[in-house]
């Protein structure tokens, strides 16, 4: 089997290394592994499945004799670097949303639009956490109608903020135990133990945070629907791991629900976890550590009778990131 080298950029951060290890467990052919970072890390050591490696800096000349960079970067890192990794002859897989609706560069969900991935200049872009769990949940249900319109409200877990903010969450849990009335809030906008904060991203002129937009933005372009209106309310939530969605979906035509079930069942991505009676739906306790979206509480809408409510749930380190970045590099490989 062809061997690819491959780099990882941001690769000491949560993101990174879940990329690193997920390339070992999907038995990606990695010729080198290339791990890169900033300064501060340059020289240290990797302990990786494919071995030991040295971290290099993150600069112009990183990329020489790579094929394929997954970058875990901000979007400033990913914009300077761009140009050098496509100079070197290297696709680069960007996580960050730097380049997410540039016209050019496909935004892809393998589960959903895989054919966009080998129509790239050099750039695909993975797309945003939330987008990616939500959309895998409800495309079978665009195949059986086209969807015209989303509510919906995501609850958004403390590591999408990065490996700080469950640190901060169980700092602050322990400390208000203890019996202390105030507590430090450094990664969030107010204390998140035993609280929730109705506010990722900065507020834009329409009230909608840039998080709640990126739906809407990104999923119309993954989709292929320009017109699908998206309405969302993103929420942070005293949870380490694995965000959940709750959705109104509203089709074309008016579905029947068993046949919305059993798409959904038979959906790439997919677990149909949707048993009320056992007390069965997506919980982040279920979901995290796993590659697969859970999807349950299915039941007609109450006020649009073209409406399909359900709630799903996923893990935004691998599904949302990591490893939708990797499953883009090997529709690359597959072709």
């Known amino acids: 089997m062809k061997k690819y080298n491959v780099g990882i950029m941001g690769a000491t951060g ?19 592994l290339r791990c890169l970072a900033s300064e501060r890390s340059e020289g240290k050591t990797l302990n990786t499945p494919f071995g030991d490696v040295v971290i290099r800096k993150t600069c112009e000349t990183a990329f020489e004799g790579l094929d394929i960079v997954l970058g875990a970067s901000e979007n400033d890192v990913a914009e300077a670097m761009a140009p050098y990794i496509k100079k070197a002859g290297a696709v680069f897989v960007d996580n960050s949303s730097a380049f997410r609706l540039y016209p050019d560069v496909p935004l ?5 639009n895989p054919e966009d991935a080998l129509k790239h200049n050099g750039i695909i872009s993975n797309p945003n956490c939330s ?24 609850y958004q877990a403390t590591s999408g903020a ?5 640190r901060e969450m169980f700092e602050q849990s322990k400390a208000i135990l203890n019996g202390e009335t105030e507590v430090e809030s450094k990664v969030f906008q107010h204390q998140i133990a035993f609280n929730l904060i109705p506010q990722i991203g900065g507020f834009g002129e ?25 309405s969302c309310t993103c929420v942070r939530v005293p949870v380490e791991r694995s965000h959940a969605i709750s959705a109104c979906v509203i089709t074309e035509d008016k579905l029947d629900l068993d046949a919305v079930r059993a798409a959904i ?49 996923g893990d935004q380190v691998r599904k949302g990131a990591a490893t939708n970045a990797v499953q883009i590099a090997e529709l690359l490989i597959e072709k």
């Open 131 to 154: 987008t990616i769990i939500t959309l895998v949940a409800i495309n079978a249900i665009n195949k059986l109608s086209e969807i015209k319109g989303l509510y919906a409200s995501t």
């Open 108 to 112: 892809v969900v393998p589960e959903i």
């Open 206 to 230: 329409n009230g909608y945070s840039s998080e709640e937009m990126k739906l809407q933005n990104e999923g119309r372009k993954i989709m292929h629907l320009p017109e699908m209106k998206v």
């Open 14 to 32: 949560a993101v990174g290394q879940q990329m690193i290890a997920v390339l070992a467990e999907r038995n990606f052919p990695v010729g080198e």
């Open 265 to 313: 069942a038979e959906a790439p991505g997919c677990k149909l976890c949707d048993n009320g009676e056992a007390h069965e739906y997506p919980m982040p306790i279920w979901t995290s550590g796993q590659d697969i979206v859970y999807v349950g509480r299915i039941r007609r809408d109450l006020v649009n009778e073209n409406g399909i409510n359900l709630w799903c749930c």
């Open 162 to 166: 990065g490996a700080a903010g469950p």
